[in-house]
């Protein structure tokens, strides 16, 4: 853990940045785009892409504005088509996506009035005349009259420009100032309006705003369910309209009980509206619910109704709503669903998805909701992800990509949601980013240390495992208890006199090579070469629990392979090659010892140089592999032959000194019955039981002619019934020379 605490203070200082941008102490635009991008294609992936038959678009079309006149209409032509829509049509209800904000002069109404008011005033019966004629005249007055006892909706507009005009009217609030006291709610708030003349909001029973909120990327998501304006709060056209459907009834807020959360939280969650609930966002904003794209409600052009060719059936009981798509009329949005999408439609959207209760939630609380997944999921990230290889820790961010973006579409699905995503994904991506990052620059710098401090010695299996904990290893000088391997070239001044340098370097060059790779592949530290000789041991750098019993088999194996390079040696015509191998084991200094001028990663102690005295006694006794009593006792799996008991030069102490034979299960049971006759033969030898030693001697010698062992014994017998041992003596035999 603790050579990756850089790793992870990095992946949590990103987390608590990501953390920083969802609890909204600041806006990154890149991400806010990002869950833009991907709210909208959760959009289009689950609309159901269906007509709504229930509501029809009431279109000012470019036909209608050919047939009838340029927008806007005179209000006579607006009167008579509010008759013929609730009178011959019988329509359910209108909203209007217009504004009707000035006065209409166009059949010279106000030229009469100022006639009767200077020019005519006096003129006998002018008065009688007037009060007859205006009336008729009076387009507003007509259409004032048309909306009266009417279920229809005006619509206006909120402006939020600080030099905003207050333009004509606008309706009551649908609550009043301080409704919201003591609750830190974020209404979007406006300077001025486009309203309609008040004769018109007289008579409509309603009006509502028709206001969408725009993002930062220009698209439309979303409308402002309530606008607050001079403290007080406006409800938009879709609510007004579904208000109306349902006979007016309050909008009443609604908040979660306070039992289940913190006391500082205040958020406003949904409008309960009769027997509806909407909800709302932390903008007291409802996500629009599209359908598909334009076009997912019935359009009818007004046109088409002012000359009756519309079928009566078509409107009968139908919800209308009165906008334009006319390009020139400029009603035309970006939307999740298409770039140029009819303003009308986004309110025909609304109401059909409160009527059907399908719009989707996003309280305030999932800002809490995505906080929490953000620490959960980034600090197990953070702390798990320094500690992985490059493929688990791809396979952990993919997999952690997965399962966060299948919670939320099924967040989306089944609880009908809103379920910010990027910043779980980016955050993702970047602590993924990071690790491989800081791995490949920064970690891979570390393991190319190792490998230039430890690569020579170490094969590179160990190097990996060294490299994942590199604070573990060192290269300073410590004592440790390792198994010490010397192997030499029997009889090598003779064989590089008789080979040129050219053969000499191969020569030597392919045994250095053959037995350098069996000491690696057993996870052996190579500590040097000596002419003709290699020093290895194992237990260090790395610990290994095993490291007698590796030292053993890789003996074993280097003379296995031995046999192998004679054979490709005689074939070239080059001396005969044979080594000797002595093994030992013991606690020692190892570490990075020499000079000023040189070091070197090594091993020192009476155990390294007693292995260097067996590999000399190899020649001694004619076998290949001399191993020591501490070794020999470490490992339990191996069949031995004890040869002797000796003192080394240098040391005064006697050991027994063992041949490995082979693994146990291996060896033929004629050669343990062999090694079985040995151990019995040797012990009569130090008991000077000579005779019994020479009926062995010859019983031996005929079970294996070509053991020079039993030769050597012989001989010490012979010598032994002429010179008899000393008192005291218990069989050891004594070197005087290495």
């Known amino acids: 853990m603790k050579q990756h605490l850089v790793r992870i203070a990095i992946g949590l200082a990103i987390v608590l940045a990501f953390i920083g941008h969802a609890a909204q102490f600041y806006n990154v635009g890149l991400i806010t785009r990002l869950d833009n991008i991907i709210y909208d294609a959760r959009l289009r992936l689950t609309m159901p892409g269906t007509v709504d038959e229930r509501i029809v678009i009431l279109d000012i079309d470019e036909k209608s504005l050919q047939e009838v006149a340029r927008w806007p209409w005179p209000r006579d032509v607006m009167a008579r088509l509010m008759n013929k829509l609730f009178d011959d049509y019988q329509l359910a209800i209108v909203g209007f996506d217009v504004v009707f904000a000035e006065r209409d002069l166009s059949s010279g109404i106000g030229r009469l009035d100022e006639l009767a008011q200077k020019e005519l005033k006096q003129v006998a019966g002018f008065s009688e005349l007037y009060q007859q004629i205006r009336p008729q005249l009076d387009n507003d007055g007509l259409f004032a009259k048309a909306l009266k006892g009417r279920p229809i909706v005006l619509g206006y507009y909120l402006s939020s420009e600080k030099d905003a005009k207050r333009i004509a009217a606008i309706p009551d609030p649908v609550l009043p100032r301080g409704t919201f006291a003591g609750r830190k709610i974020r209404f979007t708030s406006w300077a001025g309006y486009g309203g309609n003349l008040p004769e018109f909001l007289k008579s409509a029973p309603a009006s509502g705003h028709f206001n969408p909120f725009v993002d930062d990327d220009g698209v439309v998501r979303r409308v402002p369910m309530l606008a607050e304006f001079d403290g007080q709060y406006y409800e938009a056209l879709s609510l007004a309209m579904v208000r109306t459907l349902l006979g007016f009834p309050k909008v009443e807020p609604g908040y979660p009980p306070e039992s289940f959360l913190h006391k500082g939280y205040s958020g406003l969650e949904w409008l309960k509206v009769g027997s509806l609930t909407i909800p709302v966002d932390e903008l007291v904003s409802t996500l629009i619910p599209y359908r598909g794209g334009k076009y997912s409600f019935p359009y009818i052009s007004l046109a088409d109704v002012l000359g009756d060719r519309v079928p009566r059936e078509k409107l009968k009981g139908k919800i209308a709503l009165v906008g334009t798509t006319a390009p020139g009329l400029q009603d035309l ?44 999921g980034g600090v197990t990230l953070a702390l798990v992800m320094p500690m992985l290889s490059p493929l688990f820790a791809s396979l952990v961010a993919l997999s952690g990509m997965v399962l966060v973006s299948g919670f939320n579409l099924a967040v989306w699905t089944y609880g009908d949601m809103v379920l910010p995503l990027a910043s779980s994904l980016l955050m993702t991506i970047m602590l993924f980013t990071v690790n491989m990052a800081y791995g490949y620059f920064v970690e891979a710098r570390s393991k190319r240390q190792f490998t230039d401090l430890f690569g020579q010695y170490v094969p590179p299996e160990l190097v990996d495992e060294m490299a994942k904990d590199p604070e573990k290893y060192t290269m300073e000088p ?75 088999i890789t003996a074993l194996e280097m003379q296995k392979a031995c046999a ?64 020591g009593e501490v070794t020999k006792n470490l490992v339990k799996d191996v069949v031995w032959k004890e040869l002797d008991l000796i003192k080394v030069k240098g040391k005064d102490t006697a050991v027994h000194v063992f041949e490995p034979i082979g693994m146990e299960g291996k060896v033929e049971k004629k050669v343990l019955d062999e090694i079985r006759l040995w151990h019995q033969t040797l012990k009569a030898y130090r008991a000077q039981q000579w005779d019994q030693v020479e009926v062995s001697m010859i019983n031996l010698q005929r079970m294996n002619p070509q053991c020079a062992l039993y030769a050597l014994y012989a001989e010490r017998v012979a010598a032994f019934r002429h010179n008899a041992p000393p008192p005291g003596w218990v069989g050891v035999t004594a070197f005087d020379e290495k």
Do not use: C
Request: charged content about 25%; overall charge positive.
């Open 333 to 376: 949005r970006a939307t999740p669903v298409d770039n140029v999408y009819p303003g009308v439609e986004i309110h025909a959207n609304l109401v059909a998805g409160m009527l059907d209760k399908t719009i989707k939630q996003k309280p305030p609380f999932m800002l809490g909701a995505e906080v929490l997944l953000l620490f959960i």
């Open 478 to 552: 410590k004592a440790a208890e390792l198994t010490i391997l010397f192997s030499d070239v029997r009889g090598f001044t003779s064989i590089s006199e008789a080979l040129s340098p050219e053969d000499l370097k191969e020569y030597i060059n392919d045994y250095l090579t053959s037995m350098s790779a069996i000491i690696r592949r057993n996870r052996g530290t190579l500590d040097k070469y000596i002419g003709d000789a290699i020093m290895a041991f194992w237990g260090a750098p790395v610990a290994d629990a095993e490291h007698a019993r590796q030292g053993v």
């Open 564 to 627: 192998e390079v004679r054979q490709r040696f005689r074939a070239r015509g080059w001396p005969e090659f044979n080594i000797g191998i002595g093994l030992n084991s013991g606690n020692v200094r190892v570490g990075d010892m020499g000079s000023k001028v040189r070091k070197a990663y090594t091993a020192m102690g009476d155990p390294v140089n007693l292995a260097s005295r067996l590999e000399g006694r190899t020649k001694t006794y004619s076998v290949g592999i001399l191993i």
